[in-house]
């Protein structure tokens, strides 16, 4: 018997100031705050339905039966709201993205925000913003911070329940845009959940998370005041040390590719030119370009005629994750 169905529809985000590590693997509890932006446009769009005398969780995505790793992966989310929301029964799933997945754009994260939403609206929960962040983190990290509106940040904690997300400006505060150049469509050969698991092992992971806490505050007061040159400095920071600790850990991550690093050294020369620009780069090859509202047109055809570079995308601030209860 089907109990509820809903549907959610969450984006993925850009982490200005990243979150690498965990201080607990099993809660997803983030050795450091970080914060991002969710990407107007792109998206994941879930459908879940719960049924009471069905033999085990379901799942298509975009369009196919999912394969066992990704039901798994599912199942293991699953299983988690069941035992922290007392939820009976099993659920059909039914997820896709508009966009391609594992190529360092966070499939991951708008993933597991919609799959939270979607899941626990068609349990018949109401659940307050703040829980659903904390829900959607035992998920994927990265996903409590696709669930707010906007700008947010993500608090790091010893406990659950503080392991919140939360909004510091809306969509609207400002124009930022994320013009992302893909150099490779390829599946990323390292998911984060190892990459988390192994950040550790480098000598300088320490460093990193000692820092964290200076950059977020830096890159906060950058995101209230538009300061973009603050932003510029900070965010560049951030996602380089990120990358040192991938490459010195034990067995080292290398994400970039050729063409990554000649964007990175190109979009350094175009803002002393005047432009605002700044990269930023997740467990993947891609580079986010983050644009000020002008520059973002004369970044895109700077981009085009890099060799190496297969496509762009580009995405302003969005807004947080909708819920439709369906029956
Ligand atoms: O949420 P996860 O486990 O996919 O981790 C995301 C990690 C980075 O994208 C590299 C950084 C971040 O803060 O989004």
New binding site residues.
Partial sequence: MAVGTAHAQAHP???L????GNRDERL?L?ANS?L?FNLSGLQTTTQVTWIEDKSGDSLILNGREARTDELSRVIRHLDMLRSHLGIRGYAHVESGNNFPTGT?I?S??SA?AALTAAATSAAGLHLDERTLTTLARLG??????SIPAGFVE?HASDAHEDSYAESIAPADHWTLIDVIAIVSTSHKAV???A??ASAATSDLQNARVAGAERRLTQCRSAVLTRDFAALAEVVEEDSNL?HAVMMTSRPPLFYWLPATLAIMAAVRRWRTEGLQVCYT????PNIHCICGPEAAAEVRNRLQSISGVVDIRSAPPGGGVTIERLA
């Fill in positions: 985000n850009i982490a100031i990243k979150y690498w997803r983030p970080s991002s360092g966070a991951s994260a597991f994927s990290g990265s996903a409590a911070r993500w998911g984060s959940t990459g988390h990120m780069l997740d467990a993947g």
